[in-house]
């Protein structure tokens, strides 16, 4: 469902049942000779990956004038980039830092909390028996198939008898369910905690609860890495809900902020301010993409370890 | 399926009976409150008394009159609230009527749009507060518009009467005269693109509201509301005038297929590949913030008419503000609504680029001759004024105009992009229009 | 409903100790509680408000009535649905094996050794996943203007007349152009992570019996990670069949050529936002969701089977 993921296509990493894990594969002295061929032609891929990002890059150091009459994928005369980002986030009173602080705090509680609910969840499937188990997750996939847009004015009106409309919770606790952080923890957990690890916890008469934090938590480490990125992404990049759930612009994030930044311009008496909305634009994707590359160790190994061999 | 996970599904039947039981209680209990009638005392004692009025609007300039206000009446508080622009704000404001809470005290509802919140008395009849005596004020375009049978529904906050804006560096550098009809804007059409094949005349991809406004100022009576009876006709005479020139103009490829208010249309009216641009008054702002590199290229001239020697214009755009009927405080919010649509708010609002609806201000000297220094000086407002005055006062929206409209460019569109025929586009917009008007319970007359 | 479940994981393993299965006891929902919950408030109830809506008509004149089935068998006649159903089955059909095509192609380039510079590749490659959807069809949108953009561009700079990529007839790949890009190194990512633990002692015999390159893949490789192709595939579907923000951002530079009910999702949305039907609208979501599942159910059980 859109509301919640925002974008609409997770894809999920495989089946399991691998002899070792975290154990990635040895290269062995005789590695492979580099191959210029193949490198350019994965090339073409990443030139069509970098492309458009370039593209805003580029974009951003222009000024509006700039904009409408220089060629779009090299600079104009002028360096404007600086310029832009004061501007946006001087822009009306500097509602553009509220926005990203508004995200931040999505971020932090929604998708802090979806990763610790798939955790949570991944945990139990794993590693218990319990009435009603093998439900679960079809039930959670089939939800999932249906369109979100048209359940997203039932759940405003939900939301609004609850009183939750307008306040961050609108936009805080749809985007606590990450399905496939749930089916990602699954798998991760059923590989990386070692049944007889929880037994020998038990014997020793740890709680169920000391259990979780103590021995299981400590291992699901770097599956927990992987998931918060993903939610992060999700929540980052949420738009329609908040769109239905929030008129206060005090609380949107920065995808609504720059959307209705972008409408501005197409209204009687509104001022166009196409700089500032790909200056914006820029602005939102860089925090993501340095988290991306910041923590991609531990990410990656995340993914690797959930995702064994049949 | 084992009988456990039957268990689990029934606790979440459950579960949702709770959240349903919450929720499937939208019906409509009609409690009238607006029959009583509220006096200016009333009023007057509301506004000592004070309290918070909640306004959702997209009109930037509200923001300046909102201030005003609440320094003229300190116990009341206005929150002005930006909940989206038009469709988005429409949602939205159905939304919160369908949940019956976080309801507006006052919103912006543009002229195509009021007649469905008025049939469905989603919006207060104004009249018990005395709005009908500000009927000499208005033009009569904007006036017609909040009307809806005997009912008014808001107040009319800004116009939109018709002119045509024309780059003159461009009609000068090619030696083509301002066109005054319609066919004369063909022949201009076809002189420009020969001799530049890079400009044209005008962008159009179809949109609904720039052909509702060309029909309206060709005389065509396409809808005809009565109560909950609709008519649907593109077929008169009017409307024949409009489909034929315009079609001539598709179909010599005179007009550029580029969609209004995306880059490339800002881009367009900037390097004088499009031409001219038939738009409501309300457009010198938004020139002045998109277009900023041209300053001093475009002027404005009386649209082309239908017919040589005739003066006839239409309304594009513009919007009131009105009292949603589960709003709260309704005394202040009317008062804060007249102030800003009536009162002191309109020439705060003119100060800040809109275009005003009060008959007052728009013949006011002051007003006339503002010069435009984006238009090279010219006394623009005098153009914009007249046409406000030869506005035809007949014409109707349907009730529904915002799903109409919607679905626009589904059916007339084909005709700026294959080979359909305008006609064949208005007709299919027709039916489908008349099909959902049927669907929702409407006597649809074809 | 599916049986969509992680396969391996839900079984026991063959060699390893075997999951505490012996105590059925109700622990695990201690666990799974309060995913259950929140996912019961944002996603069940919600859904079950909607089956609930979709048996009602609401009409501005007239108010509200129950009419049982009726949107359901209105539904199941609707042209303009199942026009926007055949057009996201097209799109699924062409352009999922083109997006995991190439994600599997460059996932396999990198794993095998013989690029310079991997790391950069599979970093860059991945980025486009971190752009909001809204930015990366106003970015695309850019590129496609056959005036302004880069298309026009390269039309003026080499005297060409390339097709205008927003036409009609275009404008599907050109929607498709923009999901492959924000998809590509994601769909990457999860086959390279399923690559990289691939015993190697697997390749070494078979590069002992003399097979080259391509036969490693496809004898060792693609087998060894089918259960990720399965998955990405079933996630791809159901990203397909809800196709919405792409087009519906598109339209705006596009009008003619994206109808309000050109997806499913996007027509569902035009019903519920345009045209006040919440009523029918949540009919025709149900009922796509239910394709969607059938759809899903079918892959997932032949791509497990064969040749397993």
């Known amino acids: ?310 | 399926m084992p009988k456990n996970s039957r268990r689990l599904l029934r606790g979440i039947g459950l579960l949702c009976a709770v959240a349903l039981g919450a929720t499937a209680c939208g019906g409509s209990d009609n409690d009238s409150s607006s029959d009583k009638q509220v006096s200016s005392a009333d009023i007057q004692a509301a506004l000592k008394k004070g309290g918070t009025v909640t306004v959702w609007a997209w009109e930037p300039t509200l923001k300046q009159v909102a201030a005003d206000f609440e320094k003229k009446y300190p116990k009341v508080d206005i929150k002005l609230v930006n909940a989206g622009t038009n469709n988005d704000q429409y949602k939205a404001l159905s939304n919160a009527i369908a949940a019956k809470k976080g309801v507006p005290d006052v919103a912006q509802i543009e002229y195509y749009a009021l007649g469905q919140y008025a049939l469905t008395k989603q919006i207060t009849d104004l009249k018990a507060y005395g709005a009908e005596k500000l009927a000499d004020s208005y033009s009569p375009g904007p006036w017609n518009s909040v009307k809806s049978g005997s009912g008014v529904y808001g107040l009319p906050m800004d116009s939109g009467p018709m002119a045509l804006f024309y780059n003159k560096k461009v009609f000068d550098k090619y030696k083509i005269a301002v066109p005054t009809t319609w066919d004369e804007y063909v022949e201009a059409a076809r002189k420009l693109h020969k001799a530049d094949p890079k400009a044209y005349i005008t962008s159009d991809a179809g949109d609904a509201g720039l052909t509702t406004s060309l029909l309206w100022q060709a005389g065509s009576h396409p809808y005809k509301v009565d109560g909950t009876k609709v008519g649907i006709d593109f077929t008169d005479a009017g409307a024949k005038k409009y489909s034929d020139t315009w079609q001539k103009l598709i179909d010599e490829k005179l007009v550029a297929p580029v969609t209004g208010w995306t880059d490339d249309w800002y881009k367009g009216l900037g390097d004088g590949t499009i031409a001219t641009l038939p738009t409501g008054a309300w457009m010198p702002a938004n020139f002045a913030s998109g277009v900023k590199g041209a300053s001093g290229d475009w002027r404005v001239a009386p649209m082309p008419q239908w017919e040589k020697g005739a003066n006839a214009s239409s309304e594009n755009g513009g919007s009131s503000l009105a009292l949603p009927e589960l709003g709260k405080n309704k005394e202040l919010a009317y008062a804060f609504v007249e102030y800003a649509n009536s009162g002191a708010g309109v020439q705060t609002r003119i100060k800040n680029g809109a275009f005003p609806a009060t008959t007052k201000d728009l013949n006011s000297s002051s007003f006339q001759n503002t010069e435009f220094p984006y238009f090279g000086g010219q006394k623009a407002n005098k153009v914009f004024a007249e046409s406000a005055k030869s506005v035809p006062t007949d014409w109707k929206y349907l009730p529904y105009q915002v799903y109409s409209n919607s679905i626009f460019n589904d059916t007339v569109g084909k005709a700026y992009v294959s080979s359909t025929k305008l006609t064949a586009g208005l007709k299919a917009w027709q039916d489908a229009s008349v099909k959902y008007g049927t669907e929702q319970g409407f006597t649809v007359d074809k | 409903m599916t049986t969509l479940q992680p396969p391996a994981a839900a079984r026991p393993r063959p060699a390893g100790p075997p999951v505490r299965r012996a105590r059925r006891s109700w622990t695990g929902w201690g666990f799974i509680g309060p995913f259950v919950l929140v996912f019961a408030l944002v996603f069940l109830a919600p859904l079950a408000y909607s089956v609930y809506l979709s048996l009602f008509r609401t009409q501005l004149i007239g108010g509200t009535t129950f009419v049982g089935l009726d949107n359901y068998q209105q539904a199941l006649q609707d042209g303009q649905f199942w026009d926007g159903a055949f057009r996201v089955g097209l799109f699924l059909l062409i352009q999922v094996p083109i997006m995991l095509g190439i994600a599997l192609l460059v996932a396999l380039a990198i794993d095998s050794g013989r690029l310079y510079g991997k790391d950069f590749f599979r970093i860059t490659v991945f980025l486009p996943y971190a752009v909001p959807a809204v930015v990366a069809t106003l970015m695309w949108g850019f590129m496609y203007g056959t005036r302004y953009g880069l298309v026009g561009d390269v039309n003026d700079a080499f005297g060409v007349k390339l097709p205008d990529p927003l036409s009609a007839d275009l404008v599907l790949a050109s929607i498709g152009n923009i999901v492959t890009w924000e998809f590509v190194g994601y769909n990457m990512l999860i086959f390279f992570a399923a690559l990289r633990v691939v015993p190697h002692s697997l390749y070494e015999a078979a590069e002992i019996d003399g097979a080259g390159p391509w036969r490693v893949i496809t004898a060792i490789k693609l087998p060894a990670i089918r259960g990720a192709l399965v998955i990405a595939t079933i996630f791809s579907i159901i990203g397909s069949f809800q196709l919405f923000n792409e087009p519906a951002i598109l339209q705006k530079l596009a009008p003619n050529a994206i109808t309000t009910d050109y997806t499913p999702n996007f027509y569902t949305y035009s019903l519920s936002f345009a045209g006040q039907q919440q009523n029918y609208s949540a009919t025709v979501a149900i009922v796509m969701g239910v394709i969607t599942m059938i759809v899903a159910y079918v892959v997932q059980l032949r791509g497990m089977r064969k040749g397993a």
Do not use: C
């Open chain 1, 1 to 310: 469902m859109t509301t919640t993921t925002g974008s609409v296509r997770p894809t999920a990493p495989l089946k399991s049942a691998a002899p070792r894990l975290r154990s990635p594969r040895r290269r062995i002295p005789g590695r492979p000779r580099r191959s210029i061929l193949l490198t350019v032609l994965t090339g073409v891929v990443l030139v069509y990956s970098l492309l458009p990002l370039v593209w805003l890059l580029i974009s951003a150091t222009k000024s509006q004038q700039g904009l409408a009459r220089s060629f779009g994928l090299w600079f104009d005369g002028n360096f404007d980039l600086w310029h832009n980002i004061g501007e946006t986030f001087a822009y009306q009173d500097g509602v553009f830092g509220r926005w990203l602080l508004n995200t931040l705090l999505y971020v932090v509680v929604g998708a802090g909390g979806a990763t610790f609910l798939a955790v949570l969840g991944g945990y139990a499937l794993a590693k218990f028996a319990f009435p009603g188990k093998r439900a679960v997750f079809a039930v959670v996939i089939g939800a999932v198939a249906v369109p979100g847009t048209a359940l997203a004015v039932p759940t405003f009106l939900m939301f609004s008898k609850m009183g939750l409309t307008d306040t961050p919770w609108a936009v805080i606790i749809p985007s606590l369910i990450s399905p496939f952080g749930l089916y990602l923890m699954w798998v991760f957990a059923t590989e990386a905690i070692p049944t007889e690890l929880m037994e020998a916890a038990r014997i020793d008469g740890a709680s169920e609860l000391r259990t979780f934090f103590q021995v299981a938590l400590p291992l699901l480490a770097p599956g927990t890495v992987t998931v918060l990125l993903f939610t992060t992404v999700a929540t980052w990049n949420n738009y329609f809900l908040p769109l239905i759930m929030l008129k206060d612009p005090d609380w949107y994030p920065l995808t609504l902020g720059l959307d209705s930044w972008n409408k501005q311009a197409q209204t009687a008496g509104g001022e166009a301010i196409p700089h500032l909305v790909l200056t914006g634009s820029l602005l939102t994707i860089v925090p993501l993409i340095a988290a991306f590359l910041l923590l991609q160790k531990y990410w990656q190994s995340g993914l690797s370890a959930g995702s064994v061999k049949e």
